[in-house]
């Protein structure tokens, strides 16, 4: 079952990247956007009404927050660029694939290992600013240590599957999603397909969100210590 | 306890029924069994993986519903970590998909 048309399909193998960079380039058009509209501001603090792009990003910027809030408790404000970085181009990543004639970039898996590799050398890099490297390095030897190698495989194993994971959970569920509504599309043209459309945004943005805050679970967990 | 044992015998006679019927087909030109037993694995552990995602989800969605139904104040807090919850019990059920479309790369034709 081949895809059929797509817009990029021009870039042959490379059209994931090609995807890819086309979000980067739309997430940075629309900080860009935000950037000069909020800049006139002041301390106004009305709403506007309806849907504009500084409504958006309020909401944006406000789940963010709470999310990392929420996670690391106090002193969270230095990983909130990371984790809405993480947020936002997944998200639009994931819906780009919603839009017909595109595949998401998330449906092709060196894609979502790449960002799993980057949250945990993010969390790992984090925990070692934190607690200094041995400091870090020392949680992988457990509570006591007498039980210290036994401890350190279980870690090892633990930590090393955790970007897979991360990459294996987005892109089977893109590729699934991705996949299902291609068929269903293909059994029954109208009407019918609303339904997956639905259920692709849903999941979209879940699987944004459940990344970002796995990525918020693992860095409060490298960086916690009881000061 | 009855219908559990019937349930098994059910499934181990439909697997030694399911081996010569792959075993007769003339798919990739011969009828090998172990196509037929690949056919089966991506298949079943599938199956059985989403069996158990679903009955776990079910669980945990019916205590999210009680306590939203104990105190209805409570819906916001409690819908975030069902979801995430939801998320990853289907991973689960993902890793065994992967596993499966691997699978089923490997039969011939």
Redesign the interface.
């Known amino acids: 079952m081949e895809h059929g048309f797509t817009w990029l399909s021009g870039f042959g193998v490379y059209e994931p990247i090609a995807t890819a960079v086309l979000v980067s380039l739309v997430v940075a058009l629309f900080a860009f956007v935000v950037s000069r509209r909020v800049a006139g501001l002041g301390q106004s603090v009305d709403p506007e009404d309806g849907l504009t792009v500084r409504n958006v990003s309020e909401v944006l910027v406000d789940g963010m927050n709470g999310l990392a809030e929420g996670v690391l408790g106090h002193g969270y404000e230095r990983y909130v660029p990371l984790l809405a970085a993480f947020f936002v181009y997944i998200l639009t990543c994931n819906l780009l694939g919603l839009i017909p004639g595109f595949l998401p970039p998330t449906g092709h898996f060196p894609m979502t290992f790449g960002l799993g590799l980057v949250s945990f050398v993010a969390y790992n890099a984090y925990g070692m600013k934190a607690q200094g490297v041995g400091g870090h390095l020392k949680h992988f030897l457990g509570p006591v240590i007498f039980i210290a190698p036994l401890m350190l495989i279980i870690e090892i194993f633990s930590h090393g599957f955790r970007p897979v ?1 991360l990459g ?2 987005l ?3 893109m590729d ?1 999603d991705h996949k299902v509504l291609g068929l269903f599309t293909d059994l029954t043209h109208v009407v019918i397909p609303v339904a997956f459309y639905v259920l692709g945004t849903f999941v979209s943005v ?2 944004a ?2 990344f970002t ?1 796995l990525t918020a679970i693992y860095i409060s967990l490298a960086v916690a210590h009881d000061h | 306890m009855l219908v559990r044992g019937k349930f098994w015998g059910l499934l181990v006679l439909l697997l030694l029924v399911a081996g010569p019927a792959f075993a007769e087909e003339s798919m990739g030109g011969g009828g090998s069994i172990n196509h037929g037993l690949i056919a089966i694995a991506a298949g079943m552990g599938l199956g059985l993986a989403a069996l158990g995602a679903a009955l776990a989800q079910g669980r945990a969605t019916a205590a999210a519903m009680e306590s939203i139904g104990r105190n209805p104040n409570a819906a916001d807090r409690v819908f975030t970590p069902l979801i995430v919850g939801l998320a990853l019990m289907e991973a689960l059920a993902l890793y065994a998909l992967v596993v499966a479309i691997i699978l089923s790369g490997k039969i011939p034709g």
């Open positions: 994971s294996i959970r892109f089977a569920n699934a879940v699987q969100f459940v805050m």
